[in-house]
């Protein structure tokens, strides 16, 4: 988890919870101000510790930011594991993974307006890191449960690759509009509009327009 801490070394300086505290402390300023726009000073004052303990645990500002990416990419990863570990239909399957990605997502909401910012901001000085791997970990997972469905006949045969898309892009709309407007955020609206996606919209016993 980004925001919890099992460091065990006895010998960290100001408590066991000092390095979780400057990454919390470090997510929630490069959200605010940007990267470049957040100082050490600044870190260290918000997390409570001094500097020596930041040097304690990170090179520096740069290290910081890699490590708190890194992290969320190992949650990631150990999220789209267990999802890729389960069994069920590929109804099943599929919801539970888009739920779980939607919650995973608003509870790092700090840590997206950070990623998107630096993804489609200019870049300022920021470290080199590759966003892409987060989404083609996704792609690949919701890949792997359709062809799943696909080999168990439960889905019609279409392009994996594009059911991925369809899958990942309706799970990004949701987040990204309850990030911009928590006070009508809806848990259950990715699951409500990804059933329907599944389902279709298309009448299946329509009515002919009279002649």
Do not use: W
Request: net charge negative; hydrophobic share 40%.
């Amino acid at each position: 988890m980004i925001f919890s801490n099992n460091d065990t070394d006895m010998n960290a300086p100001e408590g066991q919870n000092a390095k979780a505290l400057l990454i919390k402390a470090a997510t929630s300023l490069f959200a605010e101000k940007g990267y470049a726009g957040t100082s050490v000073r600044e870190i260290v004052e918000q997390a409570g510790v001094t500097k020596p303990v930041l040097y304690y645990y990170f090179k520096n500002k740069e290290d910081i930011f890699l490590e708190i990416l890194e992290e969320a990419y190992s949650e990631l990863e150990a999220a789209l594991a267990r999802q890729l570990g389960s069994h069920g239909s590929f109804h099943d399957r599929i919801v539970a993974f888009s739920r779980q990605l939607y919650e995973l997502g608003m509870a790092h909401q700090d840590l997206n307006i950070v990623a998107q910012n630096l993804m489609f901001g200019p870049p300022k000085g920021v470290p080199a890191y590759d966003f892409d791997r987060y989404r083609e970990a996704i792609l690949h997972a919701i890949r792997v449960i359709y062809e799943a469905g696909l080999a168990k006949n439960e889905v019609e045969r279409y392009d994996p690759e594009e059911v991925a898309f369809l899958v990942f892009g309706l799970l990004s709309f949701c987040f990204n509009l309850d990030c911009l407007h928590p006070e009508t955020a809806d848990p259950e609206r990715p699951v409500r509009l990804l059933r329907m996606a599944l389902r279709g919209l298309e009448n299946r016993n329509p009515v002919e327009d009279p002649v």
